[in-house]
C-alpha cells in the first residue's frame, strides 16, 4: 500500500488515559486514534476511505510536565452556565516538547469506485501544502500540533517500553455512517516501544481486542 510520512511536533501534548479523564494523565506516547484523528484534520473523506496507522516514532525524549488549569465542571445546557460557580482547578500530567513521525496508508472504503492512487494524491498535497480542515492537535484543542510531510532523516529515540493495553480507536473503522448520535465502539492493543518505534497493527488483525456492539 502507498504509505504517507508526516511529522507532527508541538509544545505539549496530552494522550488521556481513560481512566484518567478527570485528573488527566497521558500516556507516553500517541494512540492510533490519536493519529488518525491528526492525520484526518489534514484530509479526510469518511465515505471514501479511512486511514490505517502503521507506525508511530517518537523523535524526542519522553518528557513529562505537570500543571494545574481552572476549568468548569458541568456541561452547558440549555441554561446559563456561571463560571464563578463551577470553577474548579484540576491537575494535568502532559508531554512536553515532542515530535513524532506517524507512517499511515489510505485503505479506500469496499464501495469506493475511484483509484487509491488519487486519493494518496491528494493527501500528500494537502500536506505539502500545510492545509488543513482544521488545527490539527496534540490531545487537546489548546495544544497545538505542527506538521510537514517527513524526510524520514531524524532517527527515532534509543529507547524501549512496554506500555500495556492501549487504547486503539474509540470508533469502528469500518462504519461511515452518517448519524445525529455517534455509536463509540472501544478497541485496545498491546503497545510496545522498540527503540522508539511502535508498530501498530492493521485495525482487522486479531492483535486488535475489540468489544462487542456499539455503545
Known amino acids: 500500500m502507498n504509505e504517507i510520512t508526516i511529522e507532527v511536533w508541538g509544545d505539549f501534548a496530552c494522550w488521556t488515559m481513560p481512566a484518567a479523564k478527570v485528573e488527566r494523565l497521558t500516556y507516553p506516547f500517541p494512540t492510533p486514534s490519536a493519529a488518525r484523528g491528526i492525520l484526518s484534520a489534514i484530509y479526510s473523506k469518511p465515505a471514501e476511505f479511512y486511514w490505517q496507522v502503521n507506525r508511530i516514532e517518537v523523535l524526542a525524549p519522553i518528557r513529562y ?79 497545538v500540533a505542527y506538521f510537514e510531510e517527513s524526510d524520514n532523516t531524524r532517527p527515532p529515540i534509543n529507547d524501549s517500553l512496554d506500555a500495556g493495553l492501549m487504547v486503539y480507536d474509540v470508533f469502528d473503522l469500518h462504519d461511515s455512517a452518517v448519524r445525529k448520535k455517534v455509536q463509540p465502539r472501544l478497541s485496545l492493543f498491546h503497545a510496545v516501544m522498540d527503540h522508539g518505534v511502535i508498530q501498530v497493527p492493521p485495525y482487522d488483525s486479531p492483535e486488535v481486542l475489540k468489544g462487542g456492539a456499539p455503545c
Open 65 to 143: 510536565i505537570s500543571f494545574k488549569r481552572n476549568e468548569v465542571k458541568s456541561k452547558t445546557s440549555d441554561k446559563y452556565l456561571y463560571t464563578d460557580e463551577e470553577r474548579t482547578q484540576r491537575q494535568t500530567v502532559a508531554l512536553r516538547d515532542v515530535r513524532y513521525r506517524i507512517a499511515a496508508s489510505i485503505v479506500p472504503r469496499s464501495d469506493f469506485s475511484g483509484s487509491e492512487t488519487q486519493l494518496v494524491d491528494q493527501a500528500l498535497r494537502r500536506v505539502r501544502g500545510g492545509k488543513a480542515y482544521m488545527q490539527p492537535s496534540l490531545g487537546q484543542r489548546e495544544f
